[in-house]
């Protein structure tokens, strides 16, 4: 996979636009600058590390897999294929589980 980079940062900006959450909420609540989140947006997957990614994902509500794949979905295309919706929903409800995992942790602490 050597040369293929994933765009990590822009899967990131989607997930964050589709929130409705500016740059400026997603960092104060990484806990760092703004400046420095908007370099993380553009970034590819070799400048962000696991534990970053892992951060990211919890405060945009969804999962590691969903920001490095999301790229590959295709949301709006004339050529949407049915495998594409199964994969589409299989991200989602991912995320759902996720979310529901997330959500009791944080209230069993």
Known sequence: ???H????GDNIRLMRNRLGYSQEYVAGRLGISKQRYR???NEEQ???TMGRLSEIAVVLETDIETLVSLHKVKFSTPEFQQGDNQVLHQL???QQ???IALKGK???E
């Open 92 to 94: 989602i409800q991912t």
């Open 97 to 99: 589980e996720l979310i």
């Open 106 to 108: 944080t209230s069993s």
């Open 5 to 8: 980079k994933i765009p990590i």
């Open 1 to 3: 996979m050597k040369g």
């Open 46 to 48: 070799d400048s962000i």
């Open 39 to 41: 370099q993380l947006e």
